[in-house]
């Protein structure tokens, strides 16, 4: 009597609560996730496979905390923290939670509690991380709260996530990924958000066996998935987010040697054939340290530059320089006439003079 009042202490009530199974036995039977129940015991009837369900869920609080730590050699701990669902205290103020939407909406609360890991070979020592059996616990739980957020009016998989933490392995597969025969069996590990291998005190989602014997994830590319044709929910969008982080690095690798094209930067020539003709064209955008001498006797370019400098300014019109072309022809012309009317003067002046004429 005294061992009991001292665990009263120390152990609260709900350690030891139960819930009910809730599915047909055709919810059991179409699941994913339970119809090993019927398959591994062929011989029981529908009636003696629910009556087993409902004896799988018996302490439905201690088995979710011995499920994920007990016996986990890796993450070993002395106690065990759960989060168990009840009726909104008088005394707690939901609005200054950070999950009001969901108490106000579900009309409940969560209260975490603390139990000891010592209690689970006490009481169900069958049910230990990483066995068949915590396997089996853990998808009839999971179903059953999963159809009671339906029931609820439920929809949305990230928003039950919130509402039950540790069974985020187990949500509904979306149907971008189920229609995809390639991607449709991965584990819910690669596109699940929040279902993770870890600390059990951190990490509050349950990780069956076949999850952690899955091994690395495939790199599955969502850009085959027509996205524009997609309802992103809350939830949706995470998937994606996931899968693309497993998509990116084999993109990545894809990509590592790109095939060069029109708009790629060019290798530079590491060694390239000098010019042996100089530019005969200055740099426009040159600034030389000091101005050139007028006066000054520049070396004169062996090769006159052919192309014309398309910045000067010609200081007269084209049409100005033909136009005085055609006068100074004119000007020379009448220069020589001249002289030579001027020379015969002078000879038929000198034969007269000299009376030869």
């Known amino acids: 009597m005294l061992y009991y009042i001292i665990m009263s202490n120390y152990i609260d009530a709900l350690t030891f609560s139960s819930m009910k199974n809730k599915l047909s036995y055709n919810d059991i039977q179409t699941s994913e996730h339970t119809n090993k129940l019927i398959t591994n015991n062929p011989s029981l009837t529908n009636t003696q496979t629910l009556q087993l369900a409902n004896n799988i ?163 599955v590319c969502i850009n085959k998935v027509d996205i524009n044709s997609l309802v992103i929910t809350g939830n949706n969008d995470k998937i994606i987010s996931k899968l693309n982080n497993n998509c990116s690095s084999s993109s990545n690798t894809s990509n590592s040697n790109p095939t060069p094209n029109s708009n790629s930067n060019p290798t530079p020539n590491p060694n390239p054939i000098p010019n042996p003709i100089p530019n005969p064209i200055p740099n426009p955008n040159s600034n030389p340290t000091s101005n050139p001498n007028p006066n000054s006797n520049p070396i004169p370019n062996p090769i006159p530059n052919p192309i014309p400098n398309p910045n000067s300014t010609p200081s007269t019109p084209p049409n100005q320089t033909s136009s005085q072309s055609t006068n100074s022809s004119s000007i020379h012309s009448f220069e020589i006439y001249g002289t030579i009317i001027i020379v015969l003067i002078i000879i038929i002046f000198l034969l007269y003079f000299y009376n030869i004429i």
């Open 57 to 219: 869920l018996n302490y439905t609080t201690l088995k979710r905390g011995c499920a994920r730590y007990a016996n986990n050699t890796k993450y070993p701990h002395t106690n065990m923290t759960v989060d168990v669902k009840i009726p909104i205290p008088s005394n707690v103020d939901i609005t200054q939670t950070n999950d009001y939407d969901l108490y106000q909406k579900y009309n409940y609360y969560t209260k975490t509690i603390e139990i000891p890991v010592s209690l689970c070979t006490q009481y169900v020592p069958n049910i230990q991380f990483n066995t068949a059996d915590a396997d089996m616990f853990y998808a009839l739980y999971c179903e059953n709260v999963k159809q009671q957020f339906k029931n609820m009016g439920g929809t949305d998989m990230g928003e039950f996530i919130r509402y039950c933490p540790d069974c985020a392995c187990y949500i509904d597969v979306p149907d971008f990924i189920k229609s995809d025969a390639q991607y449709s069996s991965i584990s819910p590990k690669c596109w699940a958000p929040n279902c993770q291998v870890g600390d059990p005190q951190f990490t509050n989602s349950y990780v069956s066996s076949s999850i952690l014997n899955y091994g690395d994830c495939p790199s």
